[in-house]
Every structure is written in C-alpha cells, then in structure tokens.
C-alpha cells in the first residue's frame, strides 16, 4: 500500500510540475475590429520600456531596424507578439514558487513517514 501511496504521489508531483496553466475567455467583438493597431501599441509600448529597449540596443539593433522589422509582419504573427508580450512576467512570481517549493517539502516529509523511514537532525 505504501508503495502505491509513493508512486502515485510521485506521478502527482510530475503532472502538476509540467502542467501549465491556460486562460481561456470570451473576446468581445470590439476587440476584434482594431485588433492590429491595439496589437501595434501594445508592441510599441513593450518596446520603449527602458529594459528592453537598452537589451536590444546590446543585440546591435536600432530603432529604425526594429520598426522596419514590425512593419513587415502580417496581422496574425503581429497578434501572436502582442499574445506573448501579455503572459510575459517582468517581476516573476515569487509567491507561486514559495507555494510549490513548500507543498514539495510537505510531500517530501509525507513519503519519508509513511515509509517508515526516520530523519533525526543532530
């Protein structure tokens, strides 16, 4: 019993460490309708953050390549770019990484005892 206890808990520590989460949601239907210029802001706003701006500027890249670049993306891979910029996290989340790494100790100390095992810390 313990054994399956392990093994299970083990595959449920895999499953929920690959899954990613997904958001789906309605688009109302003014989003749609300006959709690329929405998309172009949101690409061009992205872009004069001082962060990103001084790493391109690093990469050899001017202002003048890069919107040279933009301009000749279609409407689909320009909303694409705007989709990845969304989900980008500057800041991290910290507070989701304290969570998994306590939850995976708490499992950790849960397997060590109910095989029966002993952690005595000297």
Same mark, same amino acid.
């Given at each position: 019993?313990?054994?399956?206890?392990?093994?299970?808990?083990?595959?449920?520590?895999?499953?929920?460490?690959?899954?990613?989460?997904?958001?789906?949601?309605?688009?109302?239907?003014?989003?749609?309708?300006?959709?690329?210029?929405?998309?172009?802001?949101?690409?061009?706003?992205?872009?004069?953050?001082?962060?990103?701006?001084?790493?391109?500027?690093?990469?050899?890249?001017? +202002?003048?390549? /890069?919107?040279?670049?933009?301009?000749?993306?279609?409407?689909?891979? &320009?909303?694409?770019? !705007? %989709?990845? @910029?969304? +989900?980008?996290? /500057?800041?991290?989340?910290?507070?989701?990484?304290?969570?998994?790494? &306590?939850?995976?100790? !708490? %499992?950790? @100390?849960?397997?060590?005892?109910?095989?029966?095992?002993?952690?005595?810390?000297?």
């Amino acid at each position: 019993m313990k054994k399956i206890l392990v093994i299970y808990l083990s595959v449920a520590i895999l499953v929920i460490g690959t899954v990613q989460s997904s958001g789906a949601g309605i688009i109302p239907s003014e989003m749609t309708l300006n959709s690329t210029t929405q998309d172009l802001e949101k690409i061009q706003k992205f872009l004069e953050m001082k962060m990103v701006s001084q790493r391109l500027k690093d990469f050899g890249y001017s +202002e003048k390549e /890069i919107m040279d670049r933009l301009s000749t993306l279609d409407e689909q891979t &320009l909303h694409k770019l !705007a %989709l990845k @910029i969304d +989900e980008i996290k /500057i800041a991290g989340d910290a507070g989701l990484a304290v969570i998994l790494a &306590l939850l995976i100790i !708490a %499992l950790v @100390i849960l397997i060590i005892n109910l095989t029966g095992h002993r952690v005595v810390v000297k």
